[in-house]
Structures are given as structure tokens and as C-alpha cells.
């Protein structure tokens, strides 16, 4: 794919064409589906900076409204690079290509979902000290290793994807599990497909919308997964939580906010939160 020819090449000159962050150090209010890694991108400096500068002892959990102390960045050598779109670029198949986090190259070019690019338009890509992360594996690659179920190859691509996404991984691979057991082949009773169980009119709206393409969500896992992690994101930005993310993904943002949370919803988040902690122990798979 020429673009992301393109993405590499920009990635091998990131070193020549990085601008240093300013030195910052100050309060910073955390926002409603921030990540400390976003908000670190902001300023360049690194989320275990933050994490230590605020006795944070698990950096995947912060709540929104609390002040974080920003420490100063001028020492960590973090900066930007500019990328010009091309036809056929996604904001989160760019920020896959450059290891950064979709939400905060989102958030650093003022994109508001559904997170619309057009060709030609120029963006900003906050690289944190650490240099840009690896990207996950192909797409094309994981759909030819995994067509349908394969649990360990599921599983490596809900946690690349979650990174990618800003999400914790074990939140999502709990999901999943509930959802299908990662099962690309599991198709509900009412119709909902793969291994994030997609009903299909959400798929066909998401994947435009969100990814800025169609998606094979019925045979590819990777789609399936993917387009569940950004529709989850989507939800978590306009519902303002987690949990809010959770139960509009079971009961439909629409009626939780009509109708309040069900009871079988509200067992339905719980339910994935507490699995989590069995996820990260290792409890689960």
C-alpha cells in the first residue's frame, strides 16, 4: 500500500524532522476518556513520568476530574512530526503506522469523532520521548493466520488493537471473551457477528465512519476487532466513561440514556470489570 510506504518512510526521518516539546510543568484536569499515555503525548513527557510525579500505581486507571501534576518535558527529547493525508488514509491506520495512541493524534489536530481525514490535509503526530512504538502486525497478515478462531492470535490482536485505541488490553479481552469467547465464527441469535459480536448495522455505519473505510468484519478478525475497539471508543467519548461505554455497547447509547441502565446491563459491565482482574492475573486466558 503506497501510503503506508509513505507512513514508513516519514518514521525513518523522525529523528531529522522532531521539534522539541517546550519545557511544561504545571496541573492538568483529566478529561473524560483520556489515557495517561494521551495525556502525556500533550506534553511531552512520558506516562511514567506523570505516573511517578502523582503516585500512580497502575497507569491504566485514571479518573476523570482528577489534577495531575505535569512535570517538566524540555529533558525528554520528545516532539512532532507533520504527515500530509493521502487518498485512502485512516486517522487510526496513521497512528498504528507511527505507534502513537488514535486519541491523542485525535486530540492534538482538534479531529472530533467520527474522525473524518481528507487528502491533502496536514497532521501533527506527537512522538513522547520514548520514540514512536512499534505498529501491531499486519492486518493482512493476522487475517491469514487467523480466519476464524485461533485464541492465541485473537488474543495478540485485542492487545495490539487496545493499545493502539488507548484502552487496557485485559478490559477488552474480557469483553471479547464475553462476547464470544473469541470466536470469529460466533454469530447471535440476533445476528450479532464475530469475536466483539458486531450487529451488522452498527458494522456498516462504524466502519466508514470510525476507520474511514468498509470493513470485513463476517470473515476478517482483525475488522471485527478492530471496528469493536473504535465503535467501544466512540462510545466512551460521548457516553463520558468506562462503565457508560459498556452498557451503551449491550443495551445501545440511545437507551441508556432514554431508559437509564438495565439491571442485566448493569451485570453485563460489572461483570467484564471483575473479569478483568482475572485477565491480568492470568486466571484467565
Do not use: C, K
Request: charged residues 15%; proline residues 6%.
Amino acid at each position: 500500500m503506497h501510503y503506508r510506504r509513505r507512513l514508513l518512510a516519514a518514521l525513518a526521518a523522525i529523528a531529522l524532522a522532531a521539534i522539541p516539546f517546550p519545557a511544561f510543568a504545571g496541573w492538568h484536569t483529566v478529561q473524560p476518556g483520556e489515557t495517561l499515555w494521551m495525556i502525556a503525548a500533550q506534553y511531552g513527557v512520558t506516562s511514567a513520568e506523570i505516573a511517578e510525579a502523582n503516585d500512580i500505581m497502575n497507569p491504566d486507571v485514571i479518573v476523570a476530574g482528577t489534577e495531575l501534576w505535569i512535570p517538566e518535558g524540555g529533558a525528554t527529547g520528545g516532539g512532532e512530526v507533520t504527515y500530509i493525508v493521502e487518498p485512502g488514509d485512516t486517522l487510526a491506520g496513521i497512528a498504528a503506522a507511527f505507534g502513537v495512541d488514535t486519541f491523542a493524534l485525535a486530540m492534538v489536530n482538534d479531529i472530533d469523532p467520527p474522525y473524518v481525514i481528507f487528502p491533502g490535509q496536514e497532521l501533527v503526530i506527537p512522538i513522547s520521548s520514548g520514540g514512536p512504538r512499534p505498529g501491531p502486525a499486519s492486518r493482512d497478515t493476522i487475517n491469514e493466520a487467523v480466519p476464524y478462531y485461533d485464541p492465541e492470535t485473537i488474543r495478540q490482536t485485542v492487545v495490539e488493537l487496545s493499545r493502539i485505541y488507548g484502552w487496557d488490553a485485559y478490559l477488552i479481552l474480557s469483553l471479547a471473551w464475553r462476547e464470544s469467547t473469541w470466536d470469529q465464527r460466533a454469530i447471535s441469535s440476533s445476528g450479532a457477528v464475530g469475536v466483539m459480536q458486531l450487529m451488522p448495522a452498527t458494522a456498516e455505519w462504524a466502519g466508514p465512519a470510525l476507520l474511514g473505510r468498509q470493513t470485513d468484519y463476517v470473515n476478517s478478525a482483525w475488522d471485527n476487532i478492530e471496528l469493536g475497539i473504535a465503535y467501544l471508543s466512540h462510545l466512551r467519548y460521548v457516553m463520558g466513561s468506562d462503565y457508560l461505554a459498556l452498557a451503551a455497547y449491550f443495551q445501545g447509547s440511545g437507551s441508556v440514556e432514554r431508559d437509564g441502565i438495565f439491571a442485566a446491563t448493569r451485570d453485563y459491565a460489572l461483570g467484564i470489570i471483575e473479569s478483568r482482574d482475572l485477565f491480568a492475573s492470568g486466571a484467565l486466558p
